[in-house]
């Protein structure tokens, strides 16, 4: 039986990927990186340090810096980002968002938020969305990012739930993946080739419909 939701934030909720997608491409560019059409994808989901890695390997100068030196290149990274980010307002929630968590506390529904960002209760306050979550996951609790499960898990954790018991949403594929890894059913928000391990997938955020997606549910073996 269907008692909580898991949301990504990026690309979810709101889309701030696309403020961190030009804070790294930013700092891409004061390094000499030329960063390839297909980053944008493959940066979506990743957690801080992992989306520096990427960006350095790109231009191969992975092993150029310290690891103090990576930390005070991704600390810059996310000043420019969390400038960007004070700018955001109800009018920055994607659509269709509103109405599902409305649904959601409707059905008795519990809610968490899954993602990599450090930034999310700050979002989610810009947003006036802080308080319709029971929980956040705290990324510098674990030890492993996306496409590893663990923060799936843990968000069903907080909420006291089991894997057959949660519907988690996400636009990335490492997402989608950490989430099947989890056991959970999986909505992906997207391109269906791109996030065809996902037991459902929807072009956009003003498709999803809770009434549809729990008789999806309903009618899908989790596992």
């Known amino acids: 039986m269907l008692k909580g939701l898991i949301f990504d934030l990026d690309g979810v909720i709101t889309d701030s990927a696309r403020y961190h997608l030009a804070a790294w491409n ?25 989306s520096l890695e990427l960006i350095l390997r ?14 005070a290149l991704a600390a810059k990274k996310n000043m420019a980002y969390q400038q960007a980010i004070k700018k955001m307002t109800q009018a920055d929630i994607l659509p269709g968002i509103s109405e599902l968590l ?7 529904l519990k809610m968490a ?10 979002i989610l306050k810009q947003l006036g969305l802080l308080k319709e979550f029971d929980a956040i996951v705290d990324p ?18 907080i909420l006291g739930l089991k894997a ?28 269906s080739q791109v996030l065809g391990q996902a037991d ?20 899908k073996k989790v596992g």
């Open 26 to 50: 930013a700092l891409a560019e004061e390094l000499g990186i030329k960063l390839p059409a297909k980053a944008s994808d493959e940066l979506r989901g990743l957690a801080r340090m992992d």
């Open 58 to 71: 790109y231009g191969h100068q992975e092993n150029k810096y310290s690891l103090a030196e990576k930390e």
């Open 102 to 108: 409305e649904q959601a506390k409707t059905n008795g």
């Open 113 to 122: 938020i899954a993602s990599a960002s450090m930034n999310a209760p700050t």
């Open 140 to 157: 510098k609790t674990l030890s492993h990012g996306k496409p590893n499960p663990e923060i799936y898990q843990k968000a069903q954790a």
């Open 164 to 191: 057959d018991e949660v519907i988690s949403f996400e636009d990335a594929a490492s997402g989608v993946a950490a989430i099947k890894a989890a056991k959970q059913f999986a909505v992906g928000i997207g391109d």
């Open 200 to 219: 459902l997938v929807v072009s956009d955020t003003s498709q999803l419909d809770l009434a549809k997606i729990i008789a999806t549910f309903n009618s």
